[in-house]
């Protein structure tokens, strides 16, 4: 309640009489929602989502997303892949940094190489482990060499973790460069401009500008429906329901077809979790469509750890207990939650659950609560780092493989899942690699690892006037790609 509260207090507050639509001549203004957007590496750790925002269009990587999640050049102006997906070779385009000194292969080569390095803590580091090393071929040429075929890492790059960030004096190459403007904002310019214009005095098109905050989700809304600003990003799961609080028009609210994990990961394999049957009781008491409905009614629940096939030998591993209708899977669990107790007489039936804050994360709670509640355990709501049974997933596959899905969501596993998981990383060949995913899912889904619930909720608000903005399946939108005219 607290966040409705301040949402009302800042809708008085900044309460406009406008109505009308923003001018396509000013500046495109965007907020993004999280805190103070800055240029740092994904080797000191995970970017928060303004930073990862800023990174992205000031310091692009080999290459980039475009405004529909496909993949398009960026530093590197073209490549090839070869000896079977062990190999990606780079053409690196004439570039500048923001003080305008060339960009060599070899400062190319050692950002990378420092992300993907011993001491990176960069959450991509699982799925860049593959890489054995980046070297210089020539002054405009580099090349990835791979301990194994990869032939899908091309999303990997487009990440903005895999950002190409100079030593020292952090800087990147663009597509835009920071220049002086509004205090609280970081105003951008695209590269181009500046170099035609000189760095010292960019061309005074504010067409052309962007500016870019972070700032609470109660603020970027309420500036948003004041029409003080022209787009919205990084909305989760949440904070949606302030959308309906602030009465935002419906036109306005983007959704996209993001692909990755909502759910619950078991963390703790003790007490009644200490069995995959008791685990699996968990699974089938959550009543998923009366979950979703609570925040969109077309927000689609799932039962797979899966989104699809992707890269594994077979379809996602369907549970067992699917077909039975929610009443009889209820009753399953509660089954299993009073065999618990008649033979542990002292144990605890108690559940910690760690979840966001967020006033979606207090309605999903209180859903997932009552229905824990409903087969006899007893549900408790901690903090996301605190000691818990259950910890909440809510994240975006960063490319199309079915190990991400697998690591990601197997937290605390034992060894033998590990092992079967790693195995997938291992293999020498695609296809062994494929057959590795297709039987470290069917065993991830019968021990219970992980309760899937839907695939994770991503919104934008979006004015009119943005005609270029586009959802997509990556859920990431640069800022090249919100108008006609692009950087």
Same mark, same amino acid.
């Given at each position: ?26 500046? /495109? ?38 405004? #529909?999640?496909? @993949? ?32 060599? #292969?070899?400062? /190319? ?24 090393? @980046? ?75 962007? +500016? ?9 809304? /309420?500036?948003?429906? %004041? ?23 419906? #036109? ?61 030998? #077979? ?56 229905? +824990? ?22 994240? /975006? ?65 979006? %004015? ?24």
């Amino acid at each position: 309640m607290r966040h409705l509260r301040l949402l009302t207090a800042a809708l008085i507050a900044l309460a406009t009489p406008g109505c009308e639509r923003r001018p396509d001549d000013l500046a /495109v203004t965007v907020s993004v929602i999280g805190g103070n957007p800055g240029l740092r590496s994904s080797a000191e750790g995970r970017l928060p989502e303004p930073s990862r925002v800023y990174t992205a269009a000031i310091a692009q990587g080999l290459v980039r997303y475009d405004g #529909a999640g496909g @993949v398009v050049p960026g530093l590197a102006e073209r490549w090839i892949v070869t000896d079977g997906g062990r190999s990606y070779i780079f053409r690196l385009r004439p570039a500048q940094w923001a003080d305008a000194s060339p960009v060599t #292969a070899k400062q /190319v080569v050692d950002s990378l190489t420092r992300t993907i390095g011993p001491r990176s803590r960069t959450p991509l580091e699982p799925f860049l482990a593959v890489i054995d090393e @980046v070297v210089e071929m020539t002054p405009q040429v580099i090349e990835v060499r791979l301990k194994r075929p990869r032939p899908d890492l091309l999303k990997l790059f487009a990440q903005p973790e895999l950002a190409i960030v100079r030593a020292g004096d952090p800087s990147g190459t663009g597509p835009f460069r920071t220049v002086p403007g509004r205090p609280g904002w970081r105003a951008l310019r695209p590269a181009d401009d500046m170099a035609e214009a000189g760095a010292e005095e960019p061309a005074a098109d504010e067409n052309e500008t962007v +500016l870019l905050r972070g700032e609470r989700a109660a603020s970027a809304i /309420v500036r948003f429906v %004041a029409r003080q600003s022209d787009l919205v990003l990084g909305g989760s799961f949440r904070d949606l329901p302030l959308l309906t609080h602030a009465q935002v028009p419906p #036109a306005n609210i983007r959704i996209d077809p993001a692909a990755g994990l909502f759910g619950l990961a078991i963390v703790s394999r003790e007490g009644f979790l200490a069995t995959a049957e008791n685990r699996r009781a968990i699974a089938m008491a959550i009543d998923r469509p009366a979950l979703t409905a609570l925040f969109r009614p077309d927000w689609q629940p799932v039962e797979t750890l899966l989104s699809g096939r992707l890269d594994s030998a #077979a379809e996602p591993t369907i549970p067992q207990w699917q077909a039975l209708p929610f009443a009889e899977r209820q009753a399953l669990a509660r089954s299993r939650v009073d065999a618990w107790r008649a033979d542990h007489r002292d144990g605890s039936l108690a559940i910690r659950i760690a979840m966001p804050d967020g006033p979606g994360a207090t309605l999903a709670w209180g859903r997932i609560a009552r229905d +824990l509640r409903d087969i006899g355990l007893q549900p408790y709501r901690v903090g996301m780092r605190a000691p818990a049974e259950l910890r909440l997933i809510d994240e /975006v596959a960063p490319y199309d493989s079915g190990r991400w899905y697998l690591v990601t969501a197997c937290r605390s596993c034992p060894d033998d899942l590990t092992t079967l998981i790693d195995a997938a990383r291992d293999a020498e060949t695609l296809p062994e690699r494929s057959a590795r995913i297709a039987a470290a899912d069917l065993a991830v889904s019968e021990d219970g690892a992980y309760i899937p619930i839907a695939q994770p909720l991503r919104w934008s608000l979006v %004015a009119v006037r943005l005609q270029a903005w586009q959802e997509n399946g990556p859920a990431w939108h640069p800022l090249t790609h919100l108008r006609s005219a692009q950087p």
